[in-house]
């Protein structure tokens, strides 16, 4: 889906008068999470979204007003159990939303898009009285440390959570906007595991980028709908900026290939980083990237041999054991009923 806060400055940029609505709070069964957004223009023509269908039409109709009066404000919604059942949900919710005009210079957004552009995790702080902003940046202790301790641990668990956080402090009410970089699964290796892991991450919302030099593996008839990089892998990553939403698989079996990547993954700030093999052959990986320097404890951020133990055997069945490795080391999930390795010798 288009970002709608680009969508919003490009039909500033166009002359039209804009508003842009969030999702600021939520409480039951909600169509769509804290931070979605929909932005309105002076006619009413919309794009995004903030339930589903539930309650687009209330909020498109005080946009306008918002349009006319340019003052910012907060609504509440209940979703009726019908409502809720039209958009798939088992019950209804109540949501927040807080609409607000945006100005032809709004110079914080601008900086907004071009930050998340490079890639970079920040939070925009709106004191939902005045419509005051702040910007903060991860890559940037010192905007966090101008913060009043409980709005830092604000910005923190927003972040965190991948969308916002309500927080009510010193009789101030903020909503805490936290966006990261996209999701980015880095697959080395146009192999036969390559297709569906590609194509399953895709659907669980990872941009995915194939890297492998050989031509006859990583074709466009192989893999139609995925980035590649015919490169050699070190040379690629180094390119692609490697941030802490990144996953790397690396496939292919060929130590020419696969300890390049795996050399420049674990000098990066990667939150997964995945090897295919047996037990003996990450044995010998291991080995060749300790005479490398590498240390045991950075060594042990290499899942290996890769995926969870679902006694996966075909590509497919692979795939899944790979994205479920990954799934569960982005949600620090709690395996401790389930083997972490999964036995393939492929």
Known sequence: MKDPIEIALKWNDEGREVALATVIATWGSSPLPVGSQLVVDGKGVFEGSVSGGCIEGA????????????????????????????VGLACGGEIEVYIEKLDPNQALYREVIALRRDQKSISLITDLANNDKILTRVDEPETLEKLAPGLRHAVSEAIHSES?????????????????????????GAVHIAGPLARMAGLTGYRVVIIDPRTAFASKERFPDTEIKLEWPDE???KTVLHSRTAVVVLTHDPKL??????TALQSDVFY??????????????????????SDEQLRRIHGPIGLNINASTPAEIAVAILAEITAERRKANLSNVSRKNANGL
């Open 164 to 188: 916002g956080s309500f927080l009510q402090l010193e009789g101030k009410t903020y909503f805490i906007h936290g966006f990261n970089p996209a999701l980015q699964l880095i697959i080395i």
């Open 59 to 86: 909020v498109i109709t005080e946009a306008l007003d918002v349009i006319r009066e340019g003052r910012a404000r907060r609504l509440f919604f209940g979703v009726s159990n019908e409502q809720a059942w039209e």
């Open 258 to 263: 696969d300890d390049p990547a795996l050399k």
């Open 273 to 294: 980083i995945g090897a295919l093999g047996s037990s003996k052959t990450h044995s010998e990986r291991i080995k060749r990237l300790k005479m490398e320097g590498f």
């Open 236 to 238: 690629a990553m180094e």
